[in-house]
């Protein structure tokens, strides 16, 4: 992953806002918790009692 991804993702997960990715027909709305090399997680929901977490993998989103 190039460096340049990696600082806009960074900068994407710290936005502080909610986020939303629409991943084949399915919406993820809510905060990027972790980001890895071939990954990311987002956590949906609210206050831990409705979310769940999903890693995404950015082939999938590419």
């Avoid at 710290?14 to 987002?42: F, R």
């Avoid at 956590?43 to 977490?53: I, P, R, V, Y």
Wanted: proline share 0%; hydrophobic share 45%.
């Amino acid at each position: 992953m190039s460096e340049a991804l990696i600082q806009r993702l960074v900068e994407f997960a710290e936005s502080g806002n909610q986020q939303k990715i629409v991943l084949a027909g399915q919406s993820y709305q809510g905060w990027i918790m972790e980001i890895t090399e071939d990954a990311l997680m987002i956590s949906t929901g609210f206050n831990d009692k409705n979310g769940k977490d999903f890693w995404l993998k950015f082939d999938d989103l590419a």
